[in-house]
């Protein structure tokens, strides 16, 4: 039609955040879908087994890869010895030209193809070589019988016994050290002080999908790879970089995601392998990593050690605040845990320091877990909040509320919104507050010493370059494409609700599709930008098409409704299919600007938690948790909750039993399955409450939302300890908070 000639050609709306955007058409929607508490639209197809994930492709002539592990902390390899494993029947080959793996980049950076085999091994149960056969059991029975001669190395393998040589990272992103005014002359003028030390293990994401791909080679030579990842974008960039072929050869596809908690964000050696494999055999290659080699060979959580210093004057207010920690990671990589970024603006005082260093250990790669740097970080701070409280018998929230800040502390900046002390008022009220024993250890019932504590929580806000598409089709439906996705977070759902209300549809008239990287460029789901940087793309693409629709209207924007399917105007009521001609495309583009300079955006909350603990065996139970949150617009109430859950969930795992173990011989992780890494199961989780208060954050995006996926577990296990100390006065500083350090 003449309109679709018109129209149809698809143009852009870019947006860089430079100035707030007051109006979001999502205050205005028709449709009144955004918000609702709407089921996944996927969650059909994931419980009735229709949602095919990576390792599931149905793929002709495919071959099977197992990953063979170095059996041995550091070293250098003199041969791989491959005779026995190449005789077993069904063993096509041994691939021991396998690319020296540069680990798992998980910061973005790229890869760069090796020229030969792996000669040098940093940690134990790194990747040396694949074993490819015709069947599954055929290449593990030949992975079994590969023999890795080398020369042994002394490797670091204790923390204790290198954590005095610790250095200080480059800076990359997170600047290792801030500070100002006098700390150490603050504290000696402290009325009271808190000078404490805590400690927090290696920790391991243990998502539900272990790591998989599928990597067939087209004619033309490009590379498809079905994987389980969650920046597929850069996840493309760094397999090209480590294979050595361009950027637009690879497409990673990963349509569903069983959770990624940061060791899906770079790509992990079996995309590598399967790749590698997949070349050599002129044959599609499938390598499914087991559960152990999750633990052994992708990324781990850093343990860290983390000094809080605290001086406060008699009234409470914080003089001085110190955060210095320690975390590891292998020699040459520069990742380290940010323990101390929550610090830098969770509460006021003039005499700052937060400084990170980091100790090489010959342990497994060391990246990002669900909230680098809060998650263990508010384990530490927020637990010395408590026991400066305790010291100044005040209540916690009231230190808290005391040392809110009018501006951030170090940046002089304003915040964009902030709302702890409201999450933490709606808290004490909900929780029941009041209630509770000021005393520790005044609450015996039977066997059981009863506590409650809070927490704060904060959390950085982050916008990420971002793009999508959205067409609407003349049937009247639309179509969203990104390379987005969605690793159980519920983007297929929030994506589909910003483009129904913006659009005036019905959801079922909305299409997502997401995870294919022929799709535009997405930030992926990483540090909680995801539904941020995602969601803005798609409205800013439906926002130019609603521009387009009124023009085929011949009216202004402001003068049309859309709604169920129809553009409303003057009197006139059209079918959006009608006015779309053959289609019309739309591309939208958010990019971060100067409002994340000018204003310090984090979200916040606030968490209860309540406990008993046995006398006899030190045994905690939780008995109920609450977490009250403000993260600007809240996309999707269910799926927003979910997040939150998931996230308190984690933090009575890192509270109470999570812990990586490291063989102090060969820094091999001991305890590498579910059986033996404890994850919080249905009996160890309470009641849980969820409450968001509401909020738009302007400065954010277009759709004023914030991010909530990490925000849940920021602060969560501090509330656990501090209830802790509440029911049993005996402080545990060395996290997970196990039996044998109450008794
Ligand atoms: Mo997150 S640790 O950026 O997946």
């Given amino acids: ?323 210095e920690t320690l975390a590891t990671n292998l020699p040459g990589e520069d990742f380290f845990e940010p323990a101390g970024i929550g610090t830098h603006f969770a509460y006021a005082a003039d005499n700052r320091l937060v400084d990170h260093k980091l100790v090489r250990l010959n342990w497994l790669l060391a990246g990002s877990m669900r909230a680098p740097g809060e998650a263990v970080g508010m384990l530490a701070l927020e637990a010395a909040m408590d026991e400066l409280a305790e010291k100044l018998n005040l209540d916690p929230i009231e230190l808290r509320r005391r040392n809110e800040p009018d501006q951030d502390p170090e940046k002089q900046v304003p915040f964009s919104s902030r709302q702890l002390v409201p999450c933490m008022e709606k808290g004490a009220e909900l929780f029941g507050w009041s209630d509770r024993h000021a005393a520790p250890a005044s609450d015996r019932r039977g066997e059981w010493w009863h506590g409650i504590g809070m927490a704060a929580a904060v959390r950085s806000n982050m916008l990420q370059k971002s793009s999508a598409r959205v067409e609407l089709t003349p049937e009247g439906r639309a179509i969203v494409a990104t390379d987005m996705t969605d690793i159980g977070t519920g983007s297929y759902t929030i994506l589909a609700q910003i483009a129904a209300e913006t659009l005036g549809l019905p959801l079922d008239r909305v299409e997502v599709q997401l995870g294919d990287g022929a799709a535009p460029p997405s930030a992926g789901s990483g540090g909680s930008w995801g539904a941020g940087s995602a969601g803005s793309s798609v409205y800013l693409a439906c926002e130019l098409l609603r521009e387009k629709l009124a023009r085929a209207m011949d009216t202004a924007p402001e003068s049309m409704t859309l709604k169920d399917g129809r553009a409303i105007a003057d009197n006139r009521a059209v079918e959006i299919g009608e006015l779309v001609g053959d289609g019309l495309s739309a591309l939208g583009e958010i990019a971060p600007g100067k409002q994340e300079k000018s204003f310090n955006q984090a979200s916040y909350g606030a968490h209860f938690a309540e406990v008993k603990v046995n006398a006899v065996t030190g045994e905690v139970r939780v008995e109920r948790m609450l977490g009250v949150f403000a993260a600007g617009r809240i996309l999707n109430q269910k799926t927003a909750r979910s997040q939150c859950l998931g996230g308190m969930t984690f933090g009575i795992g890192a509270a109470l039993t999570e812990e990586l173990v490291h063989d102090p011989r060969n820094g091999k992780v001991v305890n590498r399955d579910l059986g033996e890494y404890h994850v919080p199961v249905n009996a160890d989780v309470p009641q849980i409450d969820v409450h968001f208060l509401d909020e738009r954050d302007i400065h954010a995006n277009p759709i004023h939302a914030k991010g909530i996926g990490e925000l849940g577990i920021s602060g969560a296990g501090a509330a656990i300890a501090n209830a802790i100390y509440n029911a049993t006065g005996v402080r545990v500083r060395d996290y997970p908070i196990t039996c044998d350090k109450l008794l």
Avoid: C
Wanted: aromatic share 4%.
């Fill in 1 to 323: 039609s003449l309109i679709g000639t018109l129209l149809g050609r698809e143009e852009t709306r870019s947006l860089t955040m430079d100035q707030p955007r007051p109006h979001s058409l999502l205050d205005q929607g028709t449709q009144g879908v955004i918000g609702r508490p709407l089921d996944r639209i996927e969650g059909p197809l994931k419980v009735s087994g229709q949602a095919t994930y990576a390792a599931e492709y149905p793929t002709d002539n495919l071959a099977y890869g197992v990953l063979v592990r170095a059996p041995f902390g550091s070293g250098t390899i003199r041969d791989v010895v491959a005779d026995a494993a190449r005789s077993v029947p069904g063993v096509i080959d041994v691939v021991t030209d396998y690319p020296t793996f540069i680990r798992n980049p998980q910061q973005g950076g790229e890869m760069k193809a090796p020229t030969q085999g792996v000669e040098k091994v940093d940690y134990h149960g790194e990747i040396v070589a694949i074993v490819v056969a015709d069947t599954f059991e055929a290449a593990r029975e030949g992975a079994a019988l590969v023999h890795v001669d080398a020369q042994p190395a002394n490797g670091a393998y204790v923390f204790a016994a290198h954590r005095d040589q610790a250095e200080t990272p480059p800076p990359d992103q997170i600047p290792p050290t801030t500070s100002q005014g006098d700390v150490d002359a603050a504290m000696a003028a402290a009325a009271v002080t808190v000078d404490a030390t805590y400690t927090t293990p290696s920790q391991t994401s243990a998502a539900m999908e272990p790591h998989a791909s599928i990597a067939h080679w087209q004619d033309d030579g490009t590379l498809v790879l079905h994987g389980s990842y969650q920046m597929v974008a850069s996840d493309q960039s760094q397999l090209a970089g480590a294979l050595g072929v361009a950027k637009d050869k690879v497409r990673i596809i990963s349509r569903y995601v069983g959770g990624g908690f940061g060791s899906k964000l770079g790509i992990a050696p079996e995309s590598v392998a399967a790749a590698v494999a997949a070349k050599k055999l002129g044959r599609p290659v499938k390598v499914a990593m087991a559960r152990q080699q999750v633990f052994d060979a992708t990324v781990r959580r850093s343990n860290t050690e983390q000094r809080i210093r605290l001086g406060a004057g008699p009234d409470g207010r914080l003089t001085a605040i110190a955060h």
